[in-house]
């Protein structure tokens, strides 16, 4: 456990009741003071060694101990609180004393609360004050306020030792608003209560209705029963009779928000919701998480781009291929387990494993062609180009085409813009090591260059024109 030991910025020159107060800028190292909260000795710490620089504030230190809880309770009381008329500030509201008294005891339901201070104002408003410590108290307090009703705050007293110095109003924090049933201080409340309980709450406040309380009581016996159950303490049937006594719409949220190591448990208590909706529609999904068993199992899905087969949910009916199943309410995640599973493994067998080594060997030849296409056939068609099109009389020009996805190359030449052809490759023939594409591309021109030597009609070779090449091209 961690003792807390407050750095004090103030101390009492003696324990007399005339003491004088002393700030830690007008003593020196070798003064011996007195805390002015257990009246123990202290010191002004300067660290022990004087070439080295400490981060840690100027203060006075203690050297025979250190303040007890006890103690600063004490010192609180009787400095701020003990007097009728005692005066201390929340937010920007100030409020009177009318009575106080140290560590009264509360019972409530959820068990005994004490409070380190209970203090009674001229507004006849209670509220619960706990002494600042880093020696936090363990309990779940948060529904034991939700009962009794009343703000409960906090005081630093090492914070606040400047005001009674001066005599000014000492001002204290919010832990525990009763209106809103919210805790402020995150540290007096647990991380997964506030997931699970505290929106609610706020929820149900917002709402402004007369039985906003009973719906915050039974949030917070469910939660005592969920941690009751966790515990070992306490069954399940009594968590579930908890969960019942809460409003469907409470239960629906609690649901949504039982996450991690609350998922097996949300099943259990979606079967026990108390609104009729509410328990078809957790039926439905609890089908469709079985639904989505089976696809991972056997690798469906609807994103597959190849297959499209996959086990799907359409209102209360289950489809795979022509087989169709009926939900009814008595239906249950074993039936659709055993209706689909034969099926779904006979169909994998028969056809998916097949289409699924097809796919991959089609995955294989595009990626090996893709390759080919970008580091052999595109760089040399690329470079033709160039030599093609760059030719002294520019009577010849080439382009080209490549679609990977149909693995088919187009090749276009033309001879003086008059005579022109293509060449069709499937690059399935191309990847070929004893395969030249400049060979084929020679072949294509010198046909192109017949036809202009000979003058043929640029459609139709057979006949003539009255275009004829006159020089080598």
Not at 10 to 21: F, G, I, P, Q, T
Not at 107 to 116: I, L
Not at 143 to 150: H, P, V
Not at 158 to 187: M, R, V, W
Request: aromatic share 14%; with cysteine; net charge neutral.
């Amino acid at each position: 456990m961690v003792n807390y030991e407050p750095e004090l910025m103030y101390a009492l020159d003696s324990k007399s009741e005339y003491a004088d107060w002393k700030n830690v800028y007008n003593v020196s190292g070798s003064d011996v003071l007195y805390c002015p909260i257990c009246l123990g000795r202290v010191k002004l710490w300067n660290g022990q060694d004087p070439n080295k620089t400490y981060q840690k504030q100027r203060c006075f230190h203690h050297i025979d101990g250190m303040c007890s809880r006890e103690s600063r309770i004490h010192f609180a009381y009787k400095t701020w609180l003990l007097k009728q008329g005692s005066k201390f500030k929340v937010g920007e509201i100030t409020y009177e004393v009318v009575n106080s008294e140290i560590e009264k005891t509360f019972h409530t339901k959820f068990g005994d609360y004490r409070p380190d201070i209970t203090v009674e104002t001229t507004e006849g408003k209670r509220f619960y004050i706990e002494i600042a410590d880093t020696n936090k108290k363990t309990d779940d307090y948060i529904e034991k306020w939700d009962e009794l009703g009343c703000d409960v705050l906090e005081l630093d007293v090492n914070e606040q030792l400047i005001k009674a110095t001066t005599a000014e109003i000492p001002e204290f924090d919010i832990i525990y608003s009763s209106s809103t049933g919210e805790c402020y201080i995150k540290h007096y409340t647990r991380q997964d209560y506030d997931d699970l309980i505290t929106e609610r709450k706020i929820y149900w406040k917002r709402k402004d209705l007369i039985k906003y309380k009973i719906q915050w009581e039974r949030l917070d016996w469910f939660w005592r029963k969920l941690q009751d159950f966790y515990s070992g303490t306490s069954k399940i049937d009594v968590l579930i009779e908890a969960f019942k006594q809460m409003e469907s719409e409470d239960q629906r949220f609690v649901c949504k928000r039982m996450r991690g190591k609350h998922a097996s448990l949300r099943y259990e208590l979606e079967n026990n919701y108390t609104d009729k909706q509410d328990i078809e529609a957790a039926h439905l999904q609890h089908i469709s998480s079985v639904i989505r068993r089976l696809n991972k199992e056997f690798g469906y899905s609807n994103c597959d781009e190849y297959d499209h087969t996959r086990l799907y949910k359409k209102k209360k009916q289950i489809y795979f291929k022509n087989t169709v199943f009926h939900i009814r309410e008595n239906t249950t995640e074993t039936d659709v387990y055993d209706c689909f599973y034969p099926i779904m493994k006979k169909y994998y067998n028969q056809y998916t494993i097949l289409f699924r080594k097809k796919i991959k060997e089609k995955e294989e030849f595009d990626k090996k062609h893709k390759e080919y296409v970008e580091l052999q056939l595109k760089p040399q068609l690329e470079k033709l180009k160039r030599q093609i099109n760059s030719c002294n009389n520019k009577a010849w020009n080439m382009d080209f085409h490549i679609d990977i996805f149909s693995c088919h190359c187009l090749i276009t030449l033309s001879l003086l813009g008059y005579w022109s052809g293509n060449i069709n490759l499937f690059i399935g023939d191309v990847d070929k090591k004893d395969f030249k594409i400049k060979d084929v591309i020679a072949k294509e021109m010198n046909r192109l260059y017949e036809l202009g030597i000979n003058g043929c009609h640029k459609y139709i070779p057979m006949f003539y024109s009255e275009i004829r090449i006159m020089e080598e091209c």
